[in-house]
């Protein structure tokens, strides 16, 4: 038996007549070399969307995009030291320069509906976080088809993508959902001009998202209303005045959506009693978070969170002192 190596099967096949041929699609050019070592400046992550399954309804998850918080040991938690919310975010293995927070809302489809909780940015308060319409299509999710659209509560991080830059909306045909405390809140003009500066970007963008839409669309909501077959609003104030978490229920199934019951897991789920810069009444805020915490990790429900690491898919598991978020593993089943 004669053993031929590479190099020797190359070296003859050089001095065939079809040598020229053939060696440069054996041999990568060292363009082709260049290439495969140096990706396009312009690539980008795969389309950012992910389905479960809660009974007979899909819950698609779509990505937004992120933002980063500057100096998040500085002002970020109100009632924590700069040393311990960094030694929260080491034992996370998360940098303390920066923190990045996603965005992530979501569709639920069944019975001919397709329901959406917030909208995302819409891609106009940072260029990082402007990837909502894109996934929604690489999703199937036709914003024209879309039956309603439910608010948690009117951050802008929520509620900017109801409309586009034009002022005009972006889902023509459906039903806007919003809590009732929310639109007394952000719609009262003594409430605006009492405001610190801080607030008044919202106030504005309240209103100029709901109001691409005719009034007649709008239809306020109770705190602890079923906003839709399947889907029952969960009172949780604090955050704002009238913060809404839901239940997604179907088939003896259930989900918890948290909206912004916490921000990033590694600070407030692990710490329940922190209290995050953009709650307007901690001390409520903090309340309904243990509230929701403690039925999620008895009933064993799953959960999502808008500012959890992406899907956000997961539990809440009781810890020491406080609360952990275990992420579901990744499944390509639905």
């Given at each position: ?9 190359l070296?003859?096949l050089?001095a ?5 041929a ?16 140096q ?25 937004d ?22 030694a ?12 990045t ?30 990837f909502g ?10 914003p ?11 951050h802008p ?24 405390a ?11 001009s009492?405001?610190?500066?801080a ?23 109770d705190?602890?209303a ?18 809404t ?7 003896g ?67 020491d ?7 579901a ?5 639905i």
């Amino acid at each position: 038996m004669v053993c031929v190596s590479r190099r020797s099967a190359l070296g003859a096949l050089a001095a065939s007549p079809v040598a020229a041929a053939l060696l440069p699609h054996l041999t990568p050019t060292a363009a082709q070399a260049q290439q495969t070592a140096q990706p396009s400046p312009n690539v980008q992550q795969a389309p950012g969307f992910y389905r479960v399954r809660v009974g007979d309804l899909i819950v698609t998850r779509i990505n937004d995009g992120q933002f980063a918080r500057p100096n998040p040991t500085e002002g970020f938690v109100r009632n924590a030291s700069p040393d311990d919310v960094a030694a929260a975010l080491r034992d996370a293995f998360l940098p303390t320069e920066a923190l990045t927070i996603p965005i992530t809302f979501m569709a639920v489809q069944g019975g001919g509906r397709t329901v959406l909780i917030d909208t995302g940015t819409g891609g106009q308060l940072m260029p990082t976080a402007a990837f909502g319409a894109r996934n929604m299509a690489a999703a199937g999710i036709d914003p024209a088809r879309v039956t309603m659209v439910v608010i948690s509560h009117f951050h802008p991080d929520h509620i900017s993508g109801l409309a586009g830059a034009d002022g005009k909306p972006l889902f023509p045909n459906a039903e806007i959902l919003v809590p009732e405390a929310e639109w007394a809140f952000w719609m009262d003009d003594a409430a605006m001009s009492r405001a610190p500066e801080a607030m008044q970007g919202t106030f504005k963008t309240a209103r100029a998202r709901f109001g691409a839409y005719p009034q007649e669309r709008i239809r306020r909501y109770d705190a602890n209303a079923e906003v839709a077959p399947g889907i029952q609003a969960i009172a949780a104030a604090g955050h704002t005045p009238g913060h809404t978490a839901f239940a997604v229920s179907s088939g003896g199934k259930q989900l918890m959506v948290l909206s912004d019951t916490s921000n990033h897991p590694a600070l407030f789920v692990r710490n329940p009693g922190w209290h995050a810069v953009f709650d307007m009444d901690p001390a409520l805020a903090e309340a309904n978070r243990r509230k929701l915490f403690d039925r999620a990790a008895a009933d064993r429900m799953p959960v999502v969170g808008y500012h959890f690491p992406f899907p956000g898919v997961g539990h809440i598991s009781q810890r020491d002192r406080g609360f952990e978020f275990e992420p579901a593993p990744w499944s390509a089943e639905i």
